[in-house]
């Protein structure tokens, strides 16, 4: 079974940076694109970026564009999240998702989440 | 961007109730519909893609169907592990966007 495993979260002041991890077993990493979603408290889900299996195509939300960044380091099965100026706003759980190979139309597995808070 | 209005904000129904849920997109999205469920506290679960194939080890209770806008999630036969909050997904355009999500209860 496909698992996805983040980490990285925690309790980050406003305008500091911090840097989120996915781990990805049980399925080939560098043949799947992989994305980023969040999840404000009590709120909807919203995505926020998304990476081709190559690292070559590379999508934001225009909320976090120009201050996030997303990578992967296909040799270590790993997804990054690396997040600068932070606001309350950015305050959510993150998921890390999977890309299917049908296509990157929709996510097939998601990961448990890993929760951000920024306040001062 | 596309937006995704999704309806209703909450349901709730009699065990083995038909249930349905609406999304409406903005413009049209070709098919490239997914309907997510997420229980409380746990993460979204892939139900339907492509509007309205049934992700491996879904109940065929649930079933997908759509066009060009509007596109609708079906319950047929509502059980108690079906609570939840159930999302809509347009993958056809970036960025990707999601309905708002509709509660559903047993009544």
């Known amino acids: 079974e496909v698992q996805l495993v983040e980490s990285g979260g925690g309790l980050v002041q406003p305008g500091r940076s911090l840097k989120l991890s996915c781990l990805a077993s049980?399925?080939?990493?560098?043949?799947?694109?992989m994305n980023w979603i969040r999840q404000a408290p009590g709120k909807g889900l919203e995505w926020v970026a998304s990476?081709?299996?190559?690292?070559?195509?590379?999508y934001f939300a225009d909320t976090v564009k120009g201050r996030f960044t997303i990578s992967r380091d296909n040799a270590k099965n790993t997804l990054y999240l690396q997040m600068t100026s932070l606001r309350s706003e950015d305050t959510a759980l993150y998921y890390c998702?999977?890309?299917?190979?049908?296509?990157?139309?929709?996510?097939?597995?998601w990961g448990q989440g890993v929760m951000v808070t920024v306040s001062s | 961007d596309i937006q995704m209005t999704q309806s209703p904000p909450s349901l709730s129904a009699s065990l083995g109730e038909t249930v349905s849920i609406e999304c409406r997109a903005s413009?049209?999205?070709?098919?490239?519909l997914a309907w997510y469920q997420q229980k409380s506290g746990k993460s979204p679960q892939l139900l339907i893609y492509?509007?309205?194939s049934l992700q491996d080890g879904v109940p065929s209770r649930f079933s997908g169907s759509g066009s060009g806008t509007q596109y609708s999630l079906k319950i047929s036969g509502m059980q108690p592990e079906d609570e939840g909050v159930y999302y809509c997904?347009?993958?056809?355009?970036?960025?990707?966007?999601f309905g708002g999500g509709t509660k559903l209860e047993l009544k």
């Open positions: 998702a999977r890309h299917p190979q049908l296509g990157p139309y929709y996510f097939d597995y």
């Open positions: 049980k399925f080939t990493f560098s043949n799947y694109g």
């Open positions: 990476i081709s299996s190559s690292g070559s195509y590379i």
């Open positions: 413009e049209d999205i070709y098919s490239n």
């Open positions: 492509y509007a309205s």
């Open positions: 997904l347009q993958g056809s355009k970036y960025p990707r966007t």
